[in-house]
């Protein structure tokens, strides 16, 4: 299969808003299947804003983003989850009061539905132990941050938009949730990352596509992250 023909999704000159301020300005880039992709850059970019845009669920945008070929601008979240796309946002969006298990049974599913409650605790063998627990009593930040990829693994969506997964997490969580992107991978997901760690996207991703002020302005090949080192240390102010 060509490169061309392989392109789950195509983002072309998207523009965003959030009211009367203009936040993308163009952002372009296409993610192949099967594969791993990270948006990288620093707070303010527009990396959360772009997932937000592929999802429908930021208010005004323009521009084109295809997934297998449908328009995605213009369709409602809901009309573009039943397309097998999934956001895993930065805060979680987990329920406090219910248990882990009775979290994971909440999703709705599409129609080829999703991972097993058994195979999330394959992935997640922390949730297994947890799985009466709630998150306002037991969890950690980890498990929380495990039970929100878990939940997003149960609706059958096989694009995954994670944000931010990494974030404020000890470095033995950060290496569980790599093993998990690289499993996932295994299995046929493809997945769009925004990260600022960038030691854990080159861990997991193909290729990376660097944002700043609401544009793509680079794309590294994974494979030559290590040439490009003090070029993404200026991009990413480390």
Sequence with gaps: MTDAANVLLKVS????????????????????????????????????????????????????????????????????????IALCPEERGIFSSLSVEENLMLPPRIADGGLSVERIFDLFPNLRERRTSSQGTKLSGGEQQMLAIARILRTGAKFLLLDEPTEGLAPVIVQQIGHTIAALKEEGFTIVLVEQNFRFAASVADRHYVVDQGKVVDMIPNDRSEENTQKLHDYLGV
Excluded: C
Aim: charge should be positive; charged fraction near 20%; hydrophobic fraction near 35%.
């Design 13 to 84: 000159g998207l523009q965003g808003w959030y009211g009367e301020s203009h936040v993308l300005h163009g952002i372009d880039f296409e993610v192949r299947r099967g594969e791993v992709v990270t948006l990288l850059g620093r707070n303010g970019a527009g990396k959360t804003t772009t997932l937000l845009a592929i999802m429908g669920i930021l208010g005004k945008r323009s521009g084109s983003i295809t997934f297998e070929g449908t328009e995605l601008i213009g369709k409602q979240p809901r009309q573009i989850a039943r397309l097998g």
